[in-house]
């Protein structure tokens, strides 16, 4: 079967339309609901891309006369409310967790700071976006994958058999392991690590994630692993340096300051070189800069949103000053890391700020929520819509459309993430939040926790040290300090990922031997990366399905 020519828009208006618009909010709708569902539900959030992909392209060929831009515009707003929902469910429910006084005015608040990270998510999309997309040219896995679904299923042909396949395979694999439970989600193999969890993860898009990112950067992160899990955790207990409780704490604290040393050296050596650039859509009248559209609204309204934050929030001006910096410092670090992972650790960006707010202010606990979520909020709908953005690169669609249709999702996100947040509250009460057999909700269970405090500030300031240092050094030292602070079980799953890469091009280069190079180029043209990006895909597009079926159903912990 033959590949047909793929049909591009012929202007803005062609991927920008009234239709694609309305399919587009409907869409971010159902999804912002079955993402705040499923973070609460199941502590995870899986990215919905894919699946707004498929449904973006499935709806608009009904329509007629479409093309890929359209299609790609569509479910940019689809995809934009998800991690709105996931910055308030990774976040907010540790207030009901830690028994804090609340009244009706919390609804007011909570509207507010979903709009405020929803806006402070617009403006640096807008500021960062080619850095990462065109100057570091990142690779996004989840962008890449729903790149190469949206043009070989507009295409058709072999390639599309294959990637559909693979898609299938995996969706049927993640309904079989999350909703019978016919296959075990986790593969021990008898070992124990004190202080957490060794084994395989039965993921087909965690390994996925591994084959995309290749075996350079799964290196680093699966060292991060070993010197986290390993050495802190199991060499230092056993050793009787610590016990594990303590070693826990300390490997966390690291790998949180790595993370945050990176996202420093990210701003040192990256953005501030090329500041001038990127910021000038901010300032001047004349020039756009780096940036998709002209901002020099932007400063206006940070300084709203900081008056907003210190007497609306009560907040503090320290803290509201503190809280607009550290949107600049972790949204750069989140399209960063999700451009080399395809994770987005959202929930830890916002600690971050919380912690330098409670640091330096006098922060009360409630308020100290707002920052994480903001933070939260902000870094969510930025990894996201790099992950449109990239999809945009490859495929030419005009970034302008996109920016506008992120900020319609991401609006209706806000509006829509609140709103079922408090039906949830209303309908289960708050001391379901926390409940593992209602809404175990444990990144919000580790907010509430750091609320606290870093548990070693000594491991958090050397591992700032360091993330820093080898980040101008041309380290890849984001995935370490991921590797560090993960669960040991995805590190090593996407590890195995990667290991499967170096094989297959073993055995690709073995095979290609004496052949022609344009028959090498053919047969070898990415069929590895189509595998892979069905895979990853079908997985994501069953946990959203998933999701939405336990929306419907009303179901409780499965």
């Given amino acids: 079967m033959s590949e047909k020519k793929i049909k591009y828009a012929s202007g803005f208006r062609d991927q920008?339309?009234?239709?694609?618009?309305?399919?587009?909010?409907?869409?971010?709708?159902?999804?912002?609901?079955?993402?705040?569902?499923?973070?609460?539900?199941?502590?995870?959030?899986?990215?919905?891309?894919?699946?707004?992909?498929?449904?973006?392209?499935?709806?608009?060929?009904?329509?007629?006369?479409?093309?890929?831009?359209?299609?790609?515009?569509?479910?940019?707003?689809?995809?934009?409310?998800?991690?709105?929902?996931?910055?308030?469910?990774?976040?907010?429910?540790?207030?009901?967790?830690?028994?804090?006084?609340?009244?009706?005015?919390?609804?007011?608040?909570?509207?507010?700071?979903?709009?405020?990270?929803?806006?402070?998510?617009?403006?640096?999309?807008?500021?960062?976006?080619?850095?990462?997309?065109?100057?570091?040219?990142?690779p996004y896995p989840m962008g890449q994958a729903a790149a190469d679904t949206l043009i070989v299923?507009?295409?058709?042909?072999?390639?599309?058999?294959?990637?559909?396949?693979?898609?299938?395979?995996?969706?049927?694999?993640?309904?079989?392991?999350?909703?019978?439970?016919?296959?075990?989600?986790?593969?021990?193999?008898?070992?124990?690590?004190?202080?957490?969890?060794?084994?395989?993860?039965?993921?087909?898009?965690?390994?996925?994630?591994?084959?995309?990112?290749?075996?350079?950067?799964?290196?680093?992160?699966?060292?991060?692993?070993?010197?986290?899990?390993f050495g802190i955790v199991m060499g230092g207990s056993a050793a009787g340096i610590w016990d594990v409780d303590t070693a826990v704490g300390i490997k966390n604290s690291l790998g949180i300051g790595v993370m945050v040393g990176t996202g420093f050296g990210i701003i040192l050596k990256g953005i501030l070189p090329k500041a001038k650039t990127i910021f000038a859509s901010m300032f001047s009248k004349s020039r756009r800069g780096d940036s998709i559209v002209g901002l020099r609204w932007a400063p206006f309204v940070m300084v709203l949103l900081a008056f907003v934050f210190t007497f609306v929030l009560d907040m503090g001006v320290v803290s509201a000053i503190i809280t607009i910096l550290g949107v600049w410092l972790t949204t750069a670090m989140s399209a960063q890391i999700l451009g080399q992972t395809g994770i987005n650790p959202m929930e830890i960006f916002g600690v971050i700020v919380l912690l330098a707010c409670r640091a330096v202010s006098s922060i009360g606990e409630l308020e100290a929520f707002f920052?994480?979520?903001?933070?939260?909020?902000?870094?969510?709908?930025?990894?996201?819509?790099?992950?449109?953005?990239?999809?945009?690169?490859?495929?030419?669609?005009?970034?302008?459309?996109?920016?506008?249709?992120?900020?319609?999702?991401?609006?209706?996100?806000?509006?829509?993430?609140?709103?079922?947040?408090?039906?949830?509250?209303?309908?289960?009460?708050?001391?379901?939040?926390?409940?593992?057999?209602?809404?175990?909700?444990?990144?919000?269970g580790v907010v509430a926790g750091m609320v606290q405090g870093i548990a070693s500030m000594p491991a958090f300031i050397i591992g700032l040290l360091i993330g820093g240092i080898l980040y101008c050094l041309n380290v890849p030292v984001m995935t370490l300090g991921l590797g560090i602070y993960l669960p040991f079980y995805l590190s090593l799953t996407a590890f195995v990922g990667a290991m499967i890469k170096v094989l297959t091009d073993l055995i690709k280069k073995a095979l290609r031997k004496g052949k022609d190079v344009e028959e090498k180029r053919e047969k070898t043209g990415g069929n590895g990366l189509i595998i892979a990006s069905g895979l990853l895909g079908g997985e994501a597009i069953a946990g959203v399905i998933i999701a939405l079926i336990m929306v419907c159903l009303g179901l409780g912990a499965m």
Avoid at 29 to 36: H, L, N, P, V, W
Avoid at 203 to 211: K, L, N
């Fill in 371 to 444: 920052v994480a979520a903001i933070i939260a909020v902000a870094c969510g709908l930025v990894g996201d819509v790099m992950n449109d953005f990239k999809v945009g690169h490859i495929v030419h669609s005009d970034p302008k459309a996109q920016w506008i249709g992120e900020a319609i999702g991401g609006m209706i996100g806000a509006v829509v993430s609140v709103f079922v947040l408090f039906i949830l509250l209303d309908a289960y009460g708050a001391e379901a939040f926390g409940d593992p057999n209602v809404f175990p909700a444990a990144q919000a």
């Fill in 153 to 229: 299923g507009d295409q058709g042909g072999k390639k599309a058999g294959i990637l559909f396949g693979a898609m299938a395979f995996s969706a049927l694999w993640a309904a079989v392991r999350d909703w019978f439970h016919k296959i075990p989600a986790l593969v021990t193999g008898g070992i124990t690590i004190p202080g957490g969890v060794f084994g395989i993860y039965m993921s087909p898009m965690m390994m996925s994630i591994g084959y995309i990112l290749g075996p350079m950067l799964l290196i680093v992160w699966f060292l991060g692993g070993l010197i986290g899990n």
């Fill in 16 to 138: 920008l339309t009234v239709r694609g618009i309305i399919i587009g909010c409907i869409g971010a709708m159902i999804i912002t609901m079955s993402s705040m569902y499923i973070a609460l539900k199941a502590s995870s959030l899986p990215w919905p891309i894919i699946f707004v992909a498929l449904v973006s392209m499935f709806s608009l060929k009904l329509c007629r006369n479409t093309n890929i831009n359209e299609i790609n515009v569509t479910h940019t707003i689809m995809s934009a409310g998800s991690m709105v929902a996931g910055g308030m469910a990774f976040t907010i429910p540790g207030i009901w967790m830690l028994g804090l006084q609340t009244d009706d005015s919390l609804k007011i608040s909570l509207i507010v700071v979903a709009f405020s990270g929803v806006i402070l998510g617009i403006i640096f999309t807008a500021l960062l976006r080619k850095y990462f997309i065109e100057t570091e040219n990142l």
